[in-house]
Nanobody, 115 residues
Framework: QVQLVESGGGLVQPGGSLRLSCAASGFTFSRYVMSWYRQAPGKERDLVAS???????NYADSVKARFTIFRDYAKNTVYLQMNSLKPEDTAVYYC?????????WGQGTQVTVSS
């Protein structure tokens, strides 16, 4: 079955960097869009970034030029490199894909940006 396992969250000061990882299994990773979402307390879960099988990427306006999504086909892993972090980036970050008509989520990883 599809499994998505995130890692790499933590506490970081404003202006700092983190790299999130999502290890995927149970499907042919190279053929599917992979996405990162985030959900802050009391808010909806929002799309942060997506990467298509061919490498095309798109980003939420709030993270453009600060975040980079990329994938390693050999490791079946998608990453989110986050630079110049701001307190408003604090949220639980989720990896996600759509496979055979169903959306799948990882368990989430907490990112806290605070001094």
């Amino acid at each position: 079955q599809v499994q998505l396992v995130e890692s790499g969250g933590g506490l970081v000061q404003p202006g700092g960097s983190l790299r999130l990882s999502c290890a995927a299994s149970g499907f042919t990773f190279s053929r599917y869009v992979m996405s990162w979402y985030r959900q802050a307390p009391g808010k909806e879960r929002d799309l942060v970034a997506s990467i298509l099988p061919g490498g095309f990427t798109n980003y939420a306006d709030s993270v453009k030029a600060r975040f980079t999504i990329f994938r390693d086909y050999a490791k079946n892993t998608v990453y989110l490199q986050m630079n110049s972090l701001k307190p408003e980036d604090t949220a639980v970050y989720y990896c996600s894909t759509i496979y055979e008509g169903g959306r799948y989520w990882g368990q989430g990883t907490q990112v806290t940006v605070s001094s």
